[in-house]
């Protein structure tokens, strides 16, 4: 044992342990997309009336952490936890509209409840993030497009100071100089209230943008070209409340999708969206899975004689290209490929931080610049490996999955800020996985 394994095995954390070599066999339930859900509870903050979100995926330490943040700024919530109901009233108590660091530094996503309390109470003070494990995550697109809506932006020991002009905030012409899915998201929810019309042009397009649109719409909001790099929105006064159903979580299903592949199983996964994972899809059928799609089934296994996927490029992009949030999971699967594979990150500068964990186990990985080569080994072999980040995680559960004795992943906080009972989920479907304490 290494230092560092004789530490992680003993900070008492709750940890998984994985026994490989089983295929994964059976149905699994897909849950609401983790980030469509935060961005929606933030869309709670615009209006005073009840905001029913349904499928919500309850049990994730991100949905948590964003549910004691709004409880901090004067929202009643109410969760039901088996039904996946949330219901949010933000009372606009104009007296709450602080955003702590405390919490804020748990979650990047946090950052989004700045512009709606802005536009409803005027003024609004949130912590800003902070570093990030992935990258470094800037926030400056959110900020500068509050500015071009008028609002005045001071930094003051780490907190964003927002206010609205007198008459409120006012739409703008907002280009973004890249494609950003959460600066797109924060300006679409600000702009509903903002006085005139607003456009974002190079917005971003992932389907959780959608979602989140077309619940303002339902608010009462008016907002043109959903699903395109143009989003026009024409501000109104107030927005109202709605009943909401949160969309399937597409990195999870792709999650799922490599590890029944991978496993040489065969998986049904229920309550999917298979059109937002096209990009997913088609790398899959190409390293020699089969995929079939029944409306909102998808039932994934490896070509009847393929002995192991073969190796494939991938190159991750903004929707719908391949997702940055697949990238990790993919390595993996190439990692027991036929041949070799190049994997190209384009969308955060330190997303390779699952590569030493996997060459632990035995993979061979070269990252240079932002690609990895890998070639496909014939085995890996179960070891103690940290996650770092929620993908990293799950693309070692994956490794454990497949690997020649047991795995035991340190540090597993990051995997469940945003996989609900991934041990159940797939000791369900034949895994020998449990979470230890
Ligand atoms: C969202 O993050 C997701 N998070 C991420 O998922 C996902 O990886 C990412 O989009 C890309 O798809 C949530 O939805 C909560 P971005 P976000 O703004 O919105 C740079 C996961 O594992 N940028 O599209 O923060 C940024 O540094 C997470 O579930 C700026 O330079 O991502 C990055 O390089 C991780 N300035 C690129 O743009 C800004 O003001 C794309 O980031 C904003 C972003």
Redesign the pocket.
């Known amino acids: 044992m290494t230092e560092t394994d004789e530490n992680t095995a003993q900070d008492g954390l709750p940890k998984i342990k994985i026994r490989g070599g089983n295929p994964l066999n059976g149905d699994i339930r897909i849950s609401g997309a983790?980030?469509s859900a935060?961005k929606l509870i933030c869309a709670s903050l615009l209006t005073e009336q009840e905001v029913k979100l349904f499928n919500v995926p309850t049990r994730l330490r991100d949905i948590e952490t964003l549910e004691k943040l709004l409880t901090h700024m004067g929202s009643e919530i109410v969760v039901n936890h088996d039904a996946k109901t949330m219901s949010l009233k933000g009372l606009g108590d104009k007296s709450k509209t602080t955003a702590h660091y405390d919490l804020v530094r748990q979650m990047?996503?946090s950052i989004l409840v700045l512009g709606p309390t802005l536009a409803r109470h005027g003024h609004a003070k949130v912590s800003l993030p902070g570093g990030c494990a992935?990258?470094?995550?800037?926030?400056?697109?959110?900020l500068k497009g509050l500015e071009q809506m008028g609002a005045d932006i001071q930094i003051e020991d780490g907190y964003v100071l927002a206010t609205a002009p007198a008459g409120g905030l006012k739409g703008a012409d907002i280009h973004f100089p890249?494609?950003?899915?959460?600066?797109t998201e924060h300006l679409l929810m600000t702009a509903t209230l903002a006085n005139g019309i607003t456009t974002l042009s190079n917005a971003?397009m992932?389907p959780?943008i959608g979602d989140l649109a077309n619940m303002l719409n339902n608010m009462g909001a008016d907002i043109r070209g959903i699903g395109t790099q143009k989003l026009v929105i024409h501000g109104v006064d107030k927005l109202n409340g709605t009943d909401h159903s949160v969309i399937p979580d597409r990195?999870e299903t792709g999650t799922f999708m490599i590890a029944a592949a991978l496993t040489g199983g065969e998986v049904t996964l229920k309550n999917t969206r298979p059109d937002t994972i096209d990009a997913v899809t088609a790398l899959l059928k190409k390293a020699g899975a089969e995929v079939m799609i029944d409306g909102t089934d998808i039932t994934v296994k490896r070509k009847e004689n393929l002995q192991s996927l073969r190796g494939i490029d991938i190159m991750t992009e903004p929707y719908p290209g391949f997702?940055?949030?697949m990238q990790a999971q993919i390595m993996t699967m190439l990692t027991l490929c036929d041949g070799a594979g190049m994997v190209t990150e384009t969308?955060?500068e330190n997303r390779y931080m699952h590569v030493p964990e996997l060459v632990r186990m035995g993979a061979n990985i070269v990252v240079q610049g932002n690609s990895a080569i890998v070639r496909g080994v014939n085995k890996l072999k179960g070891a103690q490996v940290m996650a770092t980040d929620?993908?990293a995680s799950v693309a070692l559960v994956i490794a454990g999955l497949c690997a020649e004795g047991e795995t035991t992943i340190n540090r597993i906080y990051h995997l469940e800020r945003?996989y609900e009972d991934i041990a159940g989920k797939l000791s369900a479907v034949g895994a020998d996985i449990r979470r230890e304490k």
């Not at 992935?134 to 959110?142: E, K, M, Q, T, Y």
């Open positions: 983790k980030n935060l990047r996503a992935i990258g470094s995550r800037p926030v400056d697109l959110h890249k494609v950003s899915v959460g600066a971003a992932e959780e990195i997702p940055t949030d969308i955060f929620l993908r945003g």
